[in-house]
């Protein structure tokens, strides 16, 4: 966050002129609703101070009358102390070196196609987008895609226009029957006698 | 008496339209459809959920083959009629009267199509419904057949051979439980729920009833017809099509079915749930991939309807009461997205999804609306999608966990096909041709805004369309529960 911090507000203009000169307070009803949350902010720790300090925790007051008497662990007093005073001086140490680091070295981060190594996984968000396409959305669109081809198109509606092409292809043969033309009249009763000979030559 | 009032008022303003001019029959259509949503709206005060058969009429048709003129409301009937006829002003509406050619035949057409629908929905007997069925048939062939797309010969031909097929097996079965009806035959409703049958019986007349309905609804594999006749038909031809034909074949299973034989359901059911759930799965999946916008919205209406016939299938209360409002909640939703695949074609001569983008840009309204129509098909909570679906899943789950899950599937690919769509029509680069999108007219915004509300209305408060089937839904499941 400090990172963010010193590189946005502090060190050198990485902007051009025309930027510098558009730049302004914004406006106010952007920073009235910044100062009451920075205010909330600041005043909203103290609703829930740690056992050491000996004041009463106030937001598990406010819930008691819901949550009921539960029992809490209390850790002891040197631990408590130990951690406030490991994570404040965590803070002061990650300030005082992320300010060396941005503000006097004037140290500006590398853009986010040529980092290298593990910053490149963070910077890709863990992958996890890729990860889901791959997974998910292009097996499914390929799924659909092939379902739509061969299953829905490629079976489905060949079973089913196969009827009315079978039926078709039915009636072209049946229609040979009635054409009304003699010769295939007499052609179709030669064919029939010779199949009645031979049918009495073999029973 | 009602009854035959909702039944003719379309019937006899159909037969006038000839009479009107070509310049205001549009606007008679219009006219006799609000008439007799009117109507409705009267009758649905008149209604009490826990009589059946009200507004009966009776009369003898055909005495000495014991068919009778027999129609009547109950639950069910009721909000499926007030569907259709909610629908059909709308459709209407929709029209543009200046770009219609022979706009006598089409409103005529169209209103008559109501009367045959409006039959269907209220028949009690046997024969009345199956001449209601096949009278549905003729004027949406008609309407295919004359203001459809290049190869409407082709297409309306195989729908029509395909619907028919099944519905001479449908032909076939109901003869038959006629033939079983003591002493003087009757094709009386009544009648047909009380036969005995026996379990082979109740088999084939299972899966000759199931064919007939599936080819109807679509349930794969006998969904074919339908992405290319949906496609080539003319918006109007494809909003009665998906949005009130098909529920014919959904209510069929549950009015004629169900309770005529319910052990056929219990031994051959589960089959047919299987084939209903690998239809939601694979024309969602298919869906992913078109790239036609009206035949992707033919291919999820596929998934949405699968869902609606598994519940059915399911025989359970939730299963069944989902169905039933999912059955409303789909009307709505897929009329209005075919009313925007029009407004979009229209404008932009085109449907592919490739050449379209970017027309939010400009059109602020239309965006809205659209993506508030598209999150009541993806079953967004509190829109009505998400009632029966929630419903249909939750029938479903306690019938096989397995199936609910897979069955499930619909809610995430519908999310992706549907989104992607919108993505690739309405955003990205600001559209080149974005001036030929012209504002929307008021036809338009009278449709898609009446849709939105009742997405929004009926997905926040449903508890009176669902009240007003439970009665009747009850009386259904009673029965299948006594017979087996």
């Known amino acids: ?203 | 008496m009602l009854t035959l009032l909702l039944l003719l008022i379309p019937l006899i303003a159909a037969l006038i339209c000839p009479l009107v001019g070509n310049a205001k029959v549009r606007q008679w259509a219009i006219f006799a459809s609000l008439l007799q949503l009117a109507a409705t709206i009267y009758a649905l005060t008149l209604f009490k959920s826990d009589d059946a058969n009200q507004f009966l009429i009776d009369q003898w048709w055909v005495k000495s083959l014991g068919i009778s003129f027999k129609a009547g409301f109950d639950g069910i009937s009721m909000l499926l009629v007030l569907l259709t006829n909610v629908l059909i002003p709308l459709i209407l509406i929709s029209t543009h009267s200046r770009e219609q050619s022979y706009p006598k035949a089409f409103f005529g057409l169209i209103l008559f199509m109501q009367f045959a629908l409006v039959g269907v929905f209220t028949a009690l007997d046997g024969f009345l419904f199956y001449v209601f069925w096949e009278l549905a048939l003729l004027p949406i062939y008609f309407i295919c057949m004359m203001w459809g797309g290049v190869n409407r010969t082709r297409i309306t031909l195989k729908f029509f051979i395909y619907t028919l097929t099944g519905s001479l097996l449908m032909l076939v079965a109901l003869i038959y439980l006629y033939l079983q009806t003591p002493g003087l035959h009757t094709f009386d409703i009544d009648a047909l729920y009380n036969l005995n049958l026996s379990a082979e019986t109740q088999d084939w007349i299972f899966w000759a009833l199931f064919f007939a309905f599936a080819i109807k609804i679509p349930v794969f594999p006998f969904h074919t017809w339908q992405p290319d006749t949906y496609t080539d038909a003319p918006t109007q031809g494809t909003m009665l099509l998906s949005g009130i034909m098909l529920k014919m074949g959904l209510f069929g299973m549950i009015r004629w079915m169900l309770p005529i034989v319910p052990a056929g359901i219990a031994a051959c059911g589960e089959t047919a749930l299987i084939l209903c759930v690998i239809s939601i799965v694979y024309a969602s999946c298919l869906a992913l991939v078109q790239k036609d916008f009206k035949r992707l919205i033919a291919y999820s209406s596929i998934a949405h309807v699968g869902l609606i016939a598994a519940g059915i299938l399911t025989l359970n209360v939730q299963g069944i009461s989902g169905a039933m409002i999912q059955m409303l909640s789909h009307g709505v939703n897929v009329v209005a997205m075919f009313a925007i695949v029009d407004i979009i074609q229209r404008r932009m001569k085109t449907r592919e999804l490739d050449e379209l983008g970017g027309l939010a840009h400009n059109t602020p309204t239309f965006t809205i609306l659209f993506l508030v129509i598209l999150l009541g098909s993806v079953a967004l909570p509190l829109t009505n999608g998400f009632v029966g679906e929630f419903l249909l899943l939750s029938g479903v789950y306690q019938f096989s966990p397995w199936m609910a899950a897979f069955a499930g599937l619909t809610v995430i690919l519908g999310a992706v096909y549907m989104l992607r769509a919108y993505q690739k029509i309405m955003l990205g680069e600001p559209n080149v041709r974005f001036a030929e999108f012209t504002g929307l007219h008021l036809n338009e915004k009278i449709v898609l805004v009446t849709a939105v509300a009742i997405i929004l209305f009926t997905g926040i408060y449903p508890k009176p369309l669902l009240q007003l089937a439970q009665p009747a839904l009850d009386e259904i499941l009673g029965h299948v529960k006594d017979i087996y």
Request: charged share 15%; proline share 3%; net charge neutral.
């Open chain 1, 1 to 203: 966050m400090f990172r963010l911090y010193w590189l946005t507000f502090h060190g050198e203009f990485r902007g051009d002129a025309h930027q510098k000169a558009h730049l302004h307070e914004s406006p106010v009803n952007m920073t009235i609703p910044l100062m009451v949350l920075a205010v909330l902010s600041a005043v909203g720790g103290f609703l829930g101070m740690p056992e050491v300090f000996g004041q009463p925790h106030v937001f598990s007051n406010f819930l008691k009358p819901i949550l009921g008497h539960t029992h809490t662990e209390h850790a002891s007093e040197s631990f408590e102390w130990m951690l406030m005073g490991v994570s404040v001086v965590a803070l002061l140490l990650i300030i005082f070196l992320t300010r060396s680091r941005y503000v006097s070295k004037g140290m500006v981060p590398v853009s986010d196609d040529k980092v290298q190594g593990f910053a490149r996984v963070l910077a890709n968000k863990y992958y996890v987008d890729e990860l889901y396409a791959a997974i998910f959305t292009r097996p499914l669109d390929a799924l659909s895609r092939f379902t739509y081809k061969y299953i829905e198109r490629g079976s489905i509606d060949k079973v089913v226009n196969g009827f009315g092409h079978g039926l078709n292809g039915l009636s072209g043969l049946l229609r040979y029957i009635q054409t009304g033309n003699i010769g295939s009249y007499v052609f179709s009763m030669v064919i029939g006698i010779i199949l009645l000979l031979a049918l009495t030559l073999i029973f």
